[in-house]
C-alpha cells in the first residue's frame, strides 16, 4: 500500500514543486476523487513489510476516470 504526501513546506508559496501533476489535478473534482492510470512516484520512505510506505507522485499517463 502507498501513501501519497507532499514535500511542499508548510507555506504552498514556498515551493515551486506542485503536490499533484496538473493532469492528475485537473482530473480531480469535488464529485470525483478516483483517477487510474500509470503513476510514476518516488519513495520518501524506506519500505517496510506490513507497513504504508509514502511516496511523491511525480508523473502521470495514461489517466482515466472510472464509472460509477
Do not use: Q
Not at 510514476?40 to 510506505?53: E, I, K, L, N, Q
Request: some cysteine; glycine content about 4%; hydrophobic content about 40%.
Amino acid at each position: 500500500m502507498l501513501g501519497l504526501v507532499s514535500l511542499r513546506h508548510t507555506d504552498p508559496e514556498d515551493s515551486n514543486e506542485p503536490s499533484l501533476p496538473n493532469n492528475v489535478a485537473n482530473l480531480i473534482t469535488s464529485e470525483n476523487h478516483a483517477v487510474w492510470g500509470d503513476f510514476y512516484v518516488c519513495p520518501v520512505a524506506p519500505d517496510r513489510a506490513g507497513w504504508m510506505r509514502f511516496v511523491v507522485l511525480k508523473r502521470a499517463r495514461e489517466l482515466f476516470v472510472p464509472r460509477t
